[in-house]
């Protein structure tokens, strides 16, 4: 039997998306058999290494206006 996909969940630990997004994983496992990998990354933090003011930060890794 081939091993399990697997896939990489990059989530912010203050974001309540990725919050929600968590919740509806296992479900995914569970149908699919994909195997999510968590990797935590701090979205703000890299703004601020960066010198961006979060909002700008967002706006500039989307390609979005906000």
Do not use: C, W
């Not at 509806?24 to 496992?29: Q, R």
């Not at 195997?35 to 390609?63: E, H, I, N, T, W």
């Amino acid at each position: 039997m081939a091993a399990p996909l697997r896939v990489e969940f990059h989530f912010d630990f203050g974001s309540p998306n990725a919050y929600l997004a968590e919740l509806a994983l296992p479900g995914i496992e569970q149908r699919t058999g994909v195997k999510f990998d968590y990797v935590p990354v701090l979205l703000g933090g890299a703004a601020g290494v960066l010198g961006y003011a979060l909002g700008r930060f967002v706006s500039a890794l989307f390609g979005i206006s906000i």
